[in-house]
């Protein structure tokens, strides 16, 4: 079977297994005592597993088998939560989340993981590093191990005592392979499949994907159901090559219940020696000392996986190819639409006037629902960050929380993909050079665990995403220093600034505040990128920091970017359309009114003044001169606090428009965002209004 036709299946699901997999730890870690979780946990980790497993992925099944080793061992309580344990599990998905990678770039998911699979393997025979007490604690004996590994639950016990009550023969089957076999797996594998043709298999111990991978060391045991009798069983087993020696022992309801307390009791027996390691281990006296606990990060709004319902799948996975092109066909449709629009009022036909108002109201309709399909919530972006924020902290020696609100708040897809990197950058920073660390916080009088708050709302036609921290603020004097020192400012222009003014030289090409460099953050690029990909957008970022209490980075996006309200304008015969999102208002000025200031045009807006700005000139349009202009229609555009204006000839009115992207038609021209297609066929360029506030 092909299975490359279920590749991009594989690799979504995964994704989703993963990120439920980081969520559902990170709480595990909060509450490690919280069994709930632990088997959530487990069945991803299984599901994800037998995926791999499915499409010949034997590296990552693999590894995520040793992983659902140690989950098993938890949630059957025979091994208890502790600091070694949750970052070896965390390496573990880290190095899932590149195998998956390796194979959405067309790999196969190889990778090295012989060290987190030997701790793995350490953690399940019980001969790892204790983290919590600085020795070693064993899980529980192997003969305990041994003798649990058989225990019936209540489903299983329930078919065996069915099968003896209705005339079937249960059998207890002890079988071991040759010392001297190479092929154990095979063999076993052999072994299975003579019985599984006699009757069927009810447990088996090892499991039977530890012996498939040679994970036992050479015998196993099973209950088993059948018609045949033993000793022909027994024959059969015994004449398969290297295996030496096979006991089957038939049981009624007496012996099937004295194995299954024996089993139990084995279970219990092997817990209790747990947990009594454990506990005189981490109640040793020195065994935490100078040891903090781990930093937490709590989701605002989180369900309680403990207690949430089942909720019914009602959704379906769509490539998102399928929804662009949906987009661009209704982006025809309504080109078409407002051409019909003006066909209908210039023929004056009341019957057809009416056909064209009601498909304009249908069309509405489909335009929000269209949207809608692209809107994402901002979640997918957002559920990464925890455990980024988690694995900083430790490696910085801070206590910190993550804060999350609002991850419900919906964004167009093609803003979603792009977002991600920006706000990983501004998160880093916030944790490196905001939080301070648990010393200087206490100096400060704060308390020892720092507050980092991300959280997105909507406003308007826009969504803003706030990633705010009560870390010690922005330095202004500092900023202003390094900015002289980089040659970016004078001093005479440093000192003239305002906070706000001095606050986003940090967003200047180059600029950076680390005095050491790190993996972290102040890799020498400071926050340019950021702005530079959020001002691509179409979006805005702004900082408020006030020193000693925290800093506010404030990003500002568009809701979507196919389909925007604008104000179409005409400079001669050209025709322009301007994002009503950066529009303020539209006023008419008389020439008289514009002042001229070392060669600036200003005009005066609210009690200041404000640059004027022909757009006439900017794209040199040949057929419109407006100095011979009476008055000057001019549009107040906004770039987070700064204003400006420009001036145009006339106002057409407003319009939904469809962004075209220009492609390889036009070079890159500052001020043009994209084109739009109008309803008498016309094209129209759509103004970038970030470009000529400066």
Do not use: C, W
């Not at 065996?160 to 059998?171: A, F, P, W, Y």
């Not at 012996?211 to 099973?222: A, P, T, W």
């Not at 000693?548 to 990003?555: A, H, I």
């Amino acid at each position: 079977m092909d299975m490359n036709q279920y590749l991009s299946m594989f690799i979504d699901e995964s994704n989703d297994h993963l990120q439920s997999l980081n969520e559902n730890m990170l709480q595990l870690e909060s509450n490690p005592t919280d069994l709930g979780i632990v088997q959530v946990i487990f069945r991803s980790a299984h599901t994800l597993k037998g995926m791999a497993a499915t499409m010949g992925f034997e590296d990552l099944a693999s590894l995520t088998h040793q992983m659902e080793n140690v989950l098993d061992l938890v949630r059957n309580e025979k091994l208890a939560m502790q600091e070694f344990i949750f970052d070896t599990l965390f390496k573990g998905l880290d190095a899932l989340e590149s195998m998956v990678q390796d194979i959405t770039a067309g790999g196969e998911g190889k990778a090295d993981v012989s060290s987190i699979v030997a701790a793995l393997q350490s953690i399940v025979n019980g001969d790892f590093q204790s983290s919590s007490a600085g020795q070693e604690v064993a899980v529980t004996s192997n003969a305990a191990l041994d003798n649990a590994g058989l225990a019936l639950d209540q489903f299983q016990y329930s078919v065996l005592e069915q099968s003896i009550k209705e005339g079937h023969r249960v059998l207890y089957v002890q079988v071991a392979i040759s010392e001297e076999s190479q092929l154990k797996a095979a063999r076993a594998f052999m072994v299975f499949n003579a019985l599984e043709n006699a009757g069927e298999i009810v447990k088996a111990n090892p499991s039977v994907q530890d012996i498939e991978q040679e994970r036992f060391d050479r015998s196993f045991s099973l209950y088993f159901i059948t018609q045949k009798e033993a000793d022909e069983l027994k024959k059969e087993i015994l004449g398969i090559s290297e295996v030496e020696q096979a006991e089957l022992t038939e049981l009624d309801e007496e012996s099937l219940k004295q194995m299954s307390n024996e089993s139990i009791e084995a279970v219990k027996a092997a817990s209790a020696e747990m947990a009594a390691a454990v506990a005189e281990a981490v109640h040793t006296p020195e065994a935490g000392a100078g040891k903090s606990p781990s930093p937490a990060v709590k989701a605002a709004a989180k369900p309680s996986v403990k207690n949430a319902p089942p909720a019914p799948n009602r959704t379906i996975r769509v490539d998102i190819e399928r929804l662009d092109v949906l987009m661009n066909l209704f982006s025809e449709l309504l080109i078409d639409r407002v051409r019909l629009e003006q066909l209908a009022s210039e023929a004056g036909n009341p019957a057809l006037t009416e056909t064209v108002e009601h498909m304009s109201r249908v069309s509405a309709d489909l335009q929000n629902i269209v949207l809608k399909l692209r809107m994402v919530p901002v979640d997918t972006v957002f559920n990464r960050f925890p455990r980024m924020v988690r694995d900083l902290a430790k490696s910085l020696d801070k206590k910190l929380d993550l804060i999350i609100t609002g991850a419900e708040t919906e964004l167009d897809r093609t803003v979603i993909d792009e977002i991600g990197d920006p706000l990983v950058h501004l998160l880093r920073n916030s944790v490196d050079h905001g939080i301070e660390s648990v010393a200087d916080r206490l100096a400060a009088g704060k308390p020892d665990t720092g507050t980092v708050n991300l959280r997105a709302f909507h406003s308007g036609n826009n969504v803003f995403i706030e990633i705010e921290d009560d870390g010690a603020g922005i330095n202004r004097e500092k900023v202003l220093r390094n900015a002289i020192n980089k040659g970016i400012l004078t001093q005479e222009k440093a000192a003239a600034l305002t906070d706000e003014e001095a606050y986003q030289i940090l967003f200047a090409p180059g600029f950076s505040t680390a005095e050491v460099i790190s993996d972290i953050s102040g890799r020498g690029v400071g926050l340019d990128v950021v702005k530079s990909k959020i001002t691509s957008l179409g979006g805005n970022v702004t900082i408020f920091s006030t020193p000693g209490k925290g800093t506010n980075f404030s990003v500002q996006l568009p809701l979507t970017l196919s389909i925007i309200a604008a104000m179409m304008v005409q400079i001669g015969s050209e025709k322009y359309a301007i994002p009503l999102s950066s529009i303020v208002e539209t006023a008419i000025v008389k020439r008289d009114k514009i002042r001229t200031v070392h060669g600036n045009k200003l005009i005066a807006f609210r009690e200041t003044h404000i640059p004027l700005i022909s757009l006439s000139q900017v794209f040199e349009v040949p057929d419109f001169n407006e100095n011979e202009e009476e008055e000057t229609e001019v549009v107040v555009i906004r770039k987070g606090e700064k204003l400006a204006a420009v001036s145009v000839q006339d106002f057409l009115g407003q319009s939904e428009i469809v962004i075209k992207n220009m492609g390889k038609y036009l070079p890159a021209i500052p001020g043009i965002s994209g084109a739009t297609i109008l309803g008498d066929g016309q094209v129209a360029l759509i103004i970038d209004p970030n470009v000529f506030i400066k």
